[in-house]
């Protein structure tokens, strides 16, 4: 087997309202839509290196606890990127979690010389941008 390490990614997330979600994912994080519908009349985004994003509408499920999607940004993209984000009614999220070693000041954490922050997508899916 050849495993799946040269295998396109995509994230697959839930939604309660579509509508809603892909006005957030196109008029927000400024992604395009994809070549085809994800299922059941989803939608499908495509994000940088060929990666991509589905959502479907679930109504009544649960958003995750977690984060369930991250963006790699260019260090020097990643304070602009909060800003305009934050322009557009973007709310990040803070955090102190002292068994991790993570501790948000003004949304964002430092860790091992790498800078992150979490926001919530209008569906409340924890969303990640990062400077790895």
Known sequence: MAGLGDSMVAAVLRADDLARAK???SEVLGLAYGPQ???SGGAMFMAGSGTAL???ERPGMPAPESTVL???V??????????ELRGKGVVFEDYDI?????????????MDGMKAAWFKDS???????GVM
Not at 74 to 83: I, K, N, V
């Open 23 to 25: 006005k957030f994912y």
């Open 74 to 83: 260019a260090a020097d993209r990643f304070g602009p990127l909060m800003t």
């Open 123 to 129: 569906e409340g899916n924890i969303i990640n941008i």
């Open 54 to 56: 589905v959502i479907y």
């Open 98 to 110: 002292p068994e991790m070693g993570l501790k948000t000041v003004d949304g964002v954490a430092t």
């Open 37 to 39: 519908n994800g299922p």
């Open 70 to 72: 991250g963006f790699n």
